[in-house]
């Protein structure tokens, strides 16, 4: 079985586009994006700074472009093989409804321009932030999280648990942290996936509501619990829905592992979600999809080689 992933934000970098619009087809397409959802994409994808690709209503559409980019890639040409499932993070359940035909591109682009809007805006009203948590015993790592105000935001599995909420909250954590953890301080705009967001989720019911949605062509996993979704009306009800709750990528791995996955294929800006599946779903093969010139070991792997 071989599975496409999507990742979600934190995983782009300056200049991470330069190798796809190095090629006109890429280029054209991402000016269309572009055009769609009112950001200049081509210039933050090449020479904007880390402070301005981190912004989310710049990071998210950015992302999902890319995502969108290495896509179209592995489709092109009739060169496409054998692919039997998506999964996204986070914001990458965007291009992974795309990529399982749930949303059209042009839908799945108006969705996370909104998203993006609105967990930016929703950011701007609290000062909040994220950590990751590397190691340590979970339930003891949850306790202390109530204790501080604080919410789990990612189950990444791996041992690694991204968590949400106040800086000050987040200062205590980090200065005191639950034995055996590492704490390291995410550079993101707000407490993303936490109650923070609920305005966010409250925008994008209007939004969702005039989106036409397809039932999947292929098997799609949700963060929501690692579930399989059949209904296209569902999985947009559960990317709202998303927007305020934890990400379970640790369920999702685990019902990918038991699904029989044989190969992940991760989709651009690549690289998060293969170093996740290293330690969540231990010899299982991978392709990171960075650039171009990374197609073709994906295509060995859809069709077998």
Known sequence: MIVVVAPGQGSQTPGFLEPWIAEPSYREH??????SVGIDLVKHGTTSDADTIRDTAVAQPLIVAAGLLAFRGLCE??????????????????????????????????????????????????????????GGDE?????????????????NGGGQIVVAGALSALAKLSEDPV???????????????????????????GVASKIWASDPTMTIWTNRDGSIVESGTTFVDLMVGQVSSPVRWDLTMDSLAVAGVTGLIELAPAGALAGLAKRGLKGVPTVAVKTPDDLSAAYDMMNGA
Request: hydrophobic share 45%; proline share 4%.
């Open 30 to 35: 991402l000016e269309r994006i572009s055009e």
């Open 139 to 155: 339930a003891t790592l949850l306790e202390r999280l109530e204790q501080l105000g604080l919410e789990p935001a990612n189950f």
């Open 179 to 205: 034995p055996g953890t590492r704490v390291i301080p995410l550079q993101v705009a707000g407490a993303f996936h936490t109650h923070y967001m609920q305005p966010a989720v409250e925008q994008l019911h």
């Open 77 to 134: 040409d009739g060169r496409r093989g054998r692919i039997d499932g998506v999964a996204g993070h986070s914001v990458g359940e965007v291009t992974a409804s795309f990529a399982a035909g749930i949303l059209s591109e042009e839908e799945a682009l108006t969705f996370v321009r909104e998203r993006s809007r609105g967990m930016a805006a929703a950011a701007a009203l609290e000062t909040t932030g994220m950590s990751a948590v590397i």
